[in-house]
Structure formats: C-alpha cells, structure tokens
C-alpha cells in the first residue's frame, strides 16, 4: 500500500455536509459526482495530501443507506492507494483477509476499487483504490 488516498464520511445531506465541511477545511469540494453502481453521490475535498469523500445514498438499498440507517453518520471507510489492485487483492486473500468484490470495479474520482470485509479488518471497512490510466 502507497499511502492513505483518502477518508470516506457517510452523510445524510450532502448539500449540508458539503457547507459544513467547507467551513470546516476554508475551502470547497473540487469535485463532485455519483456513482450508479453503488447508489451514492459523493464530494471530495483536499485537506493536504489526504482526500476526505463525503457519500450521501441516492438509494434506500445502497450500502451507504443501509450504513447511515446502522450506525448514523460519520467514517465509512479509509481508502489505501496501491499499485495494482489485482495483485494486491490477491496478496490480501492469500492472507486471510475477506475481499466484498472478487474484480476490481469502477469507482469514484476515476479509480478502480476494492473493499475489503471489515470483520477481518477489525471492524474498520478497507477501500483499496488504484488510478485508472487512459
């Protein structure tokens, strides 16, 4: 693993969490978008060399929803860049570790992603994320 590519906050309001975290940081989101798959819109903002996701559920099934309606709001996930994705979630399965999706799928911010079952994590939700190269 490279280092930590960013930090994910499930919101109820992203409209809200977005002008609370702009006061927050002095600073608004550079980016926002959804991702369909995975029934959430999501803001980034850049706090140093760190990436800080807000995701707000467009759906009442996505596992933001489910989430927010177990445990409320607040971090979801902590996001690790590697490599290779592929071969990273291989090493990790070899080493016990529970992967939620068996390929790489399309994230946000132009990333392929991989999470990884947060009960072989210690309770905290693993995101591998690799840069999509053109």
Do not use: W
Request: glycine share 8%; charged share 30%; net charge negative.
């Amino acid at each position: 693993m490279l280092k930590v590519e960013h930090i994910g906050i499930a919101v109820k309001n992203l409209t809200a969490s977005n002008q609370l975290f702009e006061k927050l940081f002095g600073q608004s989101a550079y980016k926002q978008e959804g991702v369909e798959s995975e029934g959430v819109t999501t803001s980034f903002f850049k706090v140093g060399e760190t990436k800080i996701e807000l995701l707000e559920a467009t759906r009442e099934d996505s596992p933001i929803a489910k989430f927010i309606d177990k445990r409320g709001e607040g971090i979801h996930h902590i996001a690790y860049e590697v490599a290779d994705i592929g071969a990273e979630m291989e090493r990790l399965k070899n080493e016990g570790f529970i992967l939620l999706n068996e390929t790489p799928k399309k994230g946000a911010d132009n990333k392929f992603v991989c999470f990884l079952h947060p009960k072989t994590t210690n309770g905290v939700l693993i995101e591998l994320c690799q840069e999509i190269k053109a």
